[in-house]
């Protein structure tokens, strides 16, 4: 089965701030890569899917980018509302395994 | 509007048994697959399975197969998770998740229900 495994696994930066999270998956995905945000108390919502594509109503500070094995999830300027954890998904095939996830904070 | 709504979540005794069940509303249910996944309290998102939009096709996380069945009622637009033989490490909230596109691709989930807590304990 393939791993996922996202770093780092928590994250505190101050608004403005460019954001990186990366995820390295144990073997290629062909690109079948999805990123989801979870904010307390909510069930997640699509970010990304196929390593780079904003999911609709999805603001444009968010990008993603990989391919193969290694993904990032790039913020360009952090909000206070991107407050979350974050988690990338394999989902090329199953077990469609997710990371560990990545709690992102406001400094 | 898409509406995923779980139920049978209860507190049950390690070794039990426990039925979930997802009503699906605002999609055409029958061309889309269907996932389970869940978070124990505090914790991560585990994939948990994966059904086909015809039901003929399973998939199962290491850590539930051979104890998890998924199915699926096409025509009472909803999706079950048959939990047997259940341990303390299956306490979590239960989330029905529905693929992105309908058909027999590889998608990512676009919507979410609400979740159903299972908790095992004596």
């Known amino acids: 089965d393939i791993q996922m495994t996202q770093s780092p696994s928590s994250l505190s930066a101050s608004v403005g701030d460019r954001v990186t999270i990366t995820c390295r998956a144990s073997q290629g995905i062909n690109n079948y890569l999805a990123w989801y945000q979870q904010k307390p108390g909510k069930v997640p919502e699509l970010l990304i899917y196929a390593a780079s594509t904003l999911q609709s109503g999805v603001p444009s500070r968010f990008s993603g980018s990989g391919s193969g094995t290694d993904f990032t999830l790039t913020i360009s300027s952090l909000q206070p509302e991107d407050v979350a954890t974050y988690y990338c998904?394999?989902?090329?095939?199953?077990?469609?395994?997710f990371g560990q996830g990545t709690k992102l904070e406001i400094k | 509007e898409v509406q995923l709504v779980e139920s049978g979540g209860v507190v049950v005794q390690p070794g039990g048994s426990l039925r979930l069940s997802c009503a699906a509303s605002?999609?055409?249910?029958?061309?889309?697959?269907m996932n389970w996944v869940r978070q124990a309290p505090g914790k991560g998102l585990e994939w948990v399975s994966l059904i086909s939009w015809e039901g003929g096709r399973t998939y199962y996380a290491d850590s539930v197969k051979g104890r998890f069945t998924v199915s699926r009622r096409n025509t009472k637009n909803s999706l079950y998770l048959q939990m047997n033989s259940l341990r303390a490490e299956d306490t979590a909230f239960y989330y029905c998740?529905?693929?992105?596109?309908?058909?027999?691709?590889?998608?990512?989930?676009?919507?979410w229900g609400q979740g159903t807590l299972v908790t095992v304990s004596s």
């Open positions: 605002g999609f055409t249910f029958d061309d889309y697959a």
């Open positions: 998904q394999n989902y090329n095939n199953a077990p469609r395994t």
């Open positions: 998740a529905k693929d992105k596109y309908g058909g027999s691709g590889s998608y990512p989930i676009d919507s």
